[in-house]
Each structure stands twice: as C-alpha cells, then as structure tokens.
Nanobody, 114 residues
Framework: QLVESGGGLVQAGGSLRLSCAASGSLFNINVMEWYGQVPGKQRELVAG???????TYADSVKGRFTISRDSAKNTVFLQMNSLKPEDTAVYYCSAIDVVSGRVWGQGTLVTVSS
C-alpha cells in the first residue's frame, strides 16, 4: 500500500513537499509517479521516476517540481516550488510493482491560494 503526506494550503509562490511511502507487499517497484486530479477532470500524470532514476514531468510543472526517490525505503517525494493556483488538485501517488501491478495511494489535497 501507499501512504501519502505533505499536502496542505499554501499561498501562490510557496512550496510544498509531498511524500509517499510504499509498504506491505510492494517489494519490487519499477516506477513511482505522482498524478493530479481536479473535480470533473481525469487524473493526469505530474511526474514519474523509474528505478534507474529516469524522470519525466508534465510540461506545466517542468522547472518548478522535482521528483526524487529513496529506493531503499520505497519512498518517493515531490518537491513543489513556485506553486500556482492552477496547481490546486488532489495529488495521488502511484507505484508500478512487478508482482502487484499499479497501486494507488489515497490522495493528498494541495490548495494554492492566490
């Protein structure tokens, strides 16, 4: 299972750091990702990182967000800087495990006020 933390309310221009820790039966995770979802819209990929450290970002967050990973602890982080009101969303952590497939966290709300 995945447990997220770090969401909250922040003013525009501020920063937040999201964390996601994997536990339980997730032993061999290839990819860890962060998705964002706003009401009425589909969940969209924000950032991802492979077990080899290759990262990918949505165009809207490039240069502002940084994804990192502690593979030994099965934990992924999302450092969010220069936040904008349009970054407001529920952020979901996702892991792709060799055995379990894709697993989702419960989501954490990020609200950016203008």
């Amino acid at each position: 299972q995945l447990v997220e933390s770090g969401g909250g309310l922040v003013q525009a221009g501020g920063s937040l750091r999201l964390s996601c820790a994997a536990s339980g039966s997730l032993f061999n995770i290839n990819v860890m990702e962060w998705y964002g979802q706003v009401p009425g819209k589909q969940r969209e990929l924000v950032a991802g990182i492979t077990s080899g450290g290759t990262t990918t970002y949505a165009d809207s967050v490039k240069g502002r967000f940084t994804i990192s990973r502690d593979s030994a602890k099965n934990t992924v982080f999302l450092q969010m800087n220069s936040l904008k009101p349009e970054d407001t969303a529920v952020y979901y952590c996702s892991a792709i495990d060799v055995v379990s497939g894709r697993v989702w966290g419960q989501g954490t709300l990020v609200t950016v006020s203008s």
